[in-house]
């Protein structure tokens, strides 16, 4: 089976988000994903794109010719089966400037073990390069052993570990308690 | 009464905002791992594509006893959760010591959380030293939660170097 990777386009936003909710699916997240395709696509190919995705697809096949197993909601914008993603934007360090954050990195189980998540991240590199990124960032749950492996092999640091840094959050409440603070 | 006013940095406020960063990293013994400069600065955040925002405090030129009017700031840009979509991020977050106590910080804040809304984004998302225990109340007192303790999360990152090495793989 050959695959090749390219930049998603507008078409591409079904499939996204029939990724981004496999990936959840497979961390028992699935009805935490309340994007809907409308957001993805204003969010990733209006005037300012909050995010960037790479695609990968199986060449050579529609959905009408592929695998038993691959369901015809794998079909890409021409009709190729989108098997994988990864979902970025740049982000800036204070110190170093440019990085490329990799928020999502995900291979359809049936389509592992081609190559493909080496080839995103060797993609994902090139272009972390390209734009003069200092590096490229993200995070992984400490229970994912298989991951950590993955990213460690290839020289990825741990900063959770080496650096203590905690990643927090203020969800939407806190953030309009804040913006409207009540009075003293 | 110390009063202060808080506006979008302009180009000319780099400089004021590379000493801040400057300061930042010298209160966590980092200084010397700072390598921006002005112009990266500059480029990178009045160019065509801005990639980080900043908010900068300023207080009237009588209140500075060293001549910088500019005493604090805040860097942020946007992220994306692929479940909820836009997040703001807060990158950098200072204010010089002899100008703390008099609200800045929770104004900044104040400011960051109505960008973060008039933006659609539904969260705002930081980090935080674990040893940092002032800050990690300040959050905390204004209900921000520790993904990392709830949720597992740790900070990964490939530097140059290991780019390199899995480009020519």
């Known amino acids: ?184 | 009464m110390a009063g202060f006013i808080l506006r979008k940095a302009k180009p000319n406020d780099v400089s004021d905002i590379l000493r801040l960063i400057k300061e930042l990293a010298k209160f966590e013994e980092m200084e010397e791992k700072v390598m921006l400069s002005e112009k990266d600065l500059l480029e990178d955040g009045f160019g065509d594509h801005p990639f980080y925002h900043c908010l900068v405090a300023e207080v009237p030129k009588e209140q500075s006893s060293d001549d910088h009017t500019v005493v604090g700031f805040a860097m942020y840009y946007f992220t994306y959760d692929p479940w909820t979509g836009k997040l703001l991020y807060l990158e950098d977050f200072y204010v010089m010591q002899e100008f703390r106590g008099l609200g800045i910080g929770s104004e900044i804040l104040k400011v960051l959380s109505e960008t973060a809304l008039k933006t659609r984004c539904s969260g705002m998302h930081f980090i935080v030293a674990e040893n940092n225990t002032k800050s990690i109340e300040f959050y905390k007192r204004r209900g921000a939660a520790d993904l990392s303790s709830e949720e597992g999360w740790r900070l990964f990152e490939i530097e140059k170097e290991g780019l390199e090495k899995m480009t020519s793989r």
């Open chain 1, 1 to 184: 089976m050959d695959f090749r990777l390219r930049g998603a386009e507008a078409g591409d936003v079904p499939d996204i988000l029939r990724l981004v909710k496999d990936l959840a699916k497979y961390e028992d997240m699935e009805k935490e994903v309340k994007l809907t395709e409308k957001e993805l696509l204003e969010d990733g190919f209006g005037d300012t794109p909050f995010y960037r995705c790479i695609i990968a697809e199986i060449k050579g096949e529609t959905s009408s010719d592929g695998p038993s197993h691959a369901p015809t909601e794998a079909t890409g914008a021409k009709g190729a089966p989108v098997v994988g993603f990864a979902m970025y934007y740049f982000t800036y360090d204070p110190w170093v400037g440019k990085q490329l954050y990799l928020e999502e990195f995900y291979v359809m189980e049936q389509y592992r073990g081609l190559g493909v998540g080496s080839q995103l991240l060797r993609h994902l590199s090139e272009l972390a390069i390209s734009t003069r990124c200092s590096g490229m960032m993200f995070v992984v749950a400490e229970s994912n052993a298989p991951s950590i492996s993955f990213y460690k092999r290839r020289g990825a640091e741990d900063l959770s570990q080496e650096e203590g840094w905690r990643l927090f959050r203020f969800d939407k409440a806190s953030l309009a308690r804040m913006a409207a603070p009540a009075e003293e």
